[in-house]
């Protein structure tokens, strides 16, 4: 066992209901610079509302983020208790908040960031696997090395299952997005990673810099979910030292509930999933993908699961006044 459990005494406040405090105490961090504020709710005692996720994450009025990310006890919430039940070893839950307040099934940066958190709050080890719950289920964490030679440890995140569309398997797209700054609709492939993205192709990095995410692209048809969009330019594959065929894409996305970000994990999942559905049989396993934030590492697993591994760096204590209620 490498993660202490939740302590039963911890709260009183866990017997009683959620609590708001005046003054909350965040720690900043990133993953490739998509940036969050993690809160220690090890007590399992704390209400975050959308609005106290808004003025936290806002860059001017607040301490700003892409996201919130709260450290609870699995058992304090239903998504949490579902997650125990999938494996009694998942004590503790990433409760993740994108910027404009609404909550989302998974985030993969985040994930590995929140592992670091847990080691800081000496929850976790770092030997062995942290078992996180998410809202897209059980999420297993393990310190690795770097592969991109750098001297800080990665994460490695056992991500699940990934899934197209009925249907889509290697094809061009089931969507069509415009992409303001880009003068053609374009094939958009849905990638299901535990929260939604739509993977779109361009021809080289020159459309790739001119695309404007400042404002979300328009996908056809509407995503019930609404979804995350990667745009891509595949830039081919290599051999690594010891002969493993690495595959390298760079990527921009722009995520649900928050705007352009500087890397998305999930998204860095999705987008090397599908230039590996199109590149067709014989494809790599392994791609790195270089994001404005820096290069994450995607592993295909059998059985259609994926693997996320990136650095993670924790950078400020903070806290911070929260907004009047009401
Ligand atoms: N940046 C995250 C994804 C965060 C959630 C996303 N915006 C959504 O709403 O699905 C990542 O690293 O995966």
Redesign the pocket.
Known sequence: MTATRPDPAAGSARAGAPSRPERLAVVKGH?TE?DFLLVDDRAGALDLLPADVRALTDRRAGLGA??VIRLAPGDTLPEGRACLAEDPAAVWFMD?R?ADG?P???????VRVTALFAERLGVWDGAGELVLGTRAGVRRVRRVADPTGGADPWYAVEMGAWHLPAGGAGAAGDAEVDVPGLDVTRPGLSVDVG??HTVVALADERELSAADLTTAPRVAPVPPR?T?VEIVVPLGERSLPGGTLLGELRMRVH????GE?R??????CAAAMAVRTWAGPGAPDVWWVHVPGGTVQVTALPVDRVELAGPAVLVADAVVTLPAAG
């Open positions: 993953g998509n892409d996201g993740y994108n609404t989302a099934e998974m985030c993969g940066n985040g929260n939604p609404g995350n995520e649900r509930g928050v970000t890397s998305c994990g999930t998204g860095a």
